[in-house]
C-alpha cells in the first residue's frame, strides 16, 4: 500500500482518475487505524482489482475536512474518478467489515 503523507485536490484527482482506488484514511497516532495494519495485507490481496493509498489524515487535513473525513480510520472509495462508497466514522473496524464495505460496492 502507498502512503501518502500529504494529500492535496490536485493529487486526489490524479490517483483516482483510473480504475478502482481505495483511500484509507488514517494516522500513525491512531490506535483504531494501528489495529487494522495487520490485515490490510490481507485485504489488499483479497481486492487486488484495487490500488490502495494510505493518506496520512494529519498531513491532509484541509483535504479532509473537504471530504468530511472527521473520524479515523475511514476509507473512501473511487472508480474512475467517481466516488462510489464511503466507509466514514470514528468507530474501530475490523478486517470482515472492511471487506464487506468493499464487497457491497460491486
Aim: aromatic share 10%; net charge negative.
Amino acid at each position: 500500500m502507498e502512503q501518502i503523507k500529504e494529500l492535496n485536490k490536485d493529487k486526489l484527482d490524479s490517483i483516482t482518475k483510473n480504475g478502482r482506488v481505495v483511500l484509507e484514511f488514517s494516522a500513525g497516532w491512531c490506535p483504531d487505524c494501528r489495529f487494522l495494519d495487520p490485515f490490510m495485507p490481507e485485504i489488499e490481496k483479497d481486492f487486488s482489482d484495487s490500488k490502495f493509498y494510505q493518506i496520512d489524515r494529519d498531513g491532509s487535513v484541509d483535504l479532509a475536512k473537504e471530504m468530511n473525513i472527521m473520524g479515523i480510520p475511514s476509507f473512501v472509495v473511487y472508480q474512475d474518478g467517481q466516488e462510489i462508497g464511503r466507509l466514514v466514522n470514528k468507530d474501530r473496524k475490523t478486517k470482515d467489515e472492511v471487506e464487506s464495505f468493499l464487497r457491497s460496492l460491486d
